[in-house]
């Protein structure tokens, strides 16, 4: 059945942006998150969410001659993209997206896909060439500027295509079960630890437990 969100195409085959990231950094993860819609707070992800309700208001401004829009909605008919962008400034007609992150620069830069497909979806929507955007970390308070090369720009694009098998696929990818797993919030759902048959016998006998057992 045809998207009322993104004429062109199924909902099935739609990509968040934010999956990128996810995707980039665990593709387990992403699968948790976006397929099967597993969400849980910790420390990490409630100081994220607080930090992105400082720009997750539509809205737009004007600062030294740049027009600045906050929580922009963007999307991409060619690649199947829907999201939203934190903030987008305008140098002129030239968009520069910027990804609000609560925490430091990280050493693996999982951040720069999901940047980059704003860029993407931002071209098409503007016709304008989108070459660099930025991520600011609000616990340094600096930005790390990301240049949109061709590298990137087809790591985006296999990226999508693999989220979006695996959006079609009722498997999950395996876990990682290394240093990504600290401070991740879906620890207890991912469970990295055990195998993928334990974690289905423990997740299906938590599903039909009686009512008042513990």
């Known amino acids: 059945m045809e998207s009322t969100i993104?004429?062109?195409w199924d909902d099935r085959d739609i990509v968040m942006v934010s999956a990128l990231e996810h995707y980039a950094y665990c593709p387990r993860q992403c699968a948790l998150i976006h397929v099967e819609q597993t969400f849980t707070?910790?420390?990490?992800?409630?100081k994220g969410r607080f930090v992105h309700n400082l720009v997750d208001v539509e809205g737009m401004e004007m600062e030294g001659g740049v027009r600045i829009e906050r929580a922009l909605p963007i999307w991409s008919l060619r690649l199947g993209l829907i999201g939203k962008a934190d903030v987008v400034e305008f140098h002129g007609n030239v968009p520069y997206p910027?990804?609000?992150?609560?925490g430091p620069r990280r050493k693996h830069r999982h951040d720069d896909l999901q940047i980059c497909a704003q860029a993407m979806c931002l071209e098409e929507m503007t016709?304008?060439?989108?070459?660099?955007g930025a991520i600011y970390h609000h616990l340094s308070h600096r930005r790390r500027e990301v240049t949109f090369d061709s590298h990137?720009?087809?790591q985006v694009e296999a990226a999508i295509i693999q989220i979006r098998m695996m959006q079609h696929s009722n498997i999950l990818p395996p876990p990682a079960a290394d240093e990504r797993c600290r401070g991740c919030s879906l620890q207890d759902s991912c469970l990295p630890e055990i195998k993928?048959?334990?974690?289905l016998r423990m997740l299906l006998r938590e599903l039909f437990k009686p009512e008042g057992d513990t």
Do not use: A, F, I, S
């Not at 910027?98 to 609560?102: A, I, S, T």
């Open 6 to 8: 993104l004429p062109g």
């Open 41 to 46: 707070e910790n420390m990490y992800t409630l």
């Open 98 to 102: 910027v990804e609000y992150k609560h």
């Open 127 to 132: 016709g304008k060439q989108v070459p660099r």
């Open 152 to 154: 990137l720009r087809e």
């Open 196 to 199: 993928e048959k334990g974690r």
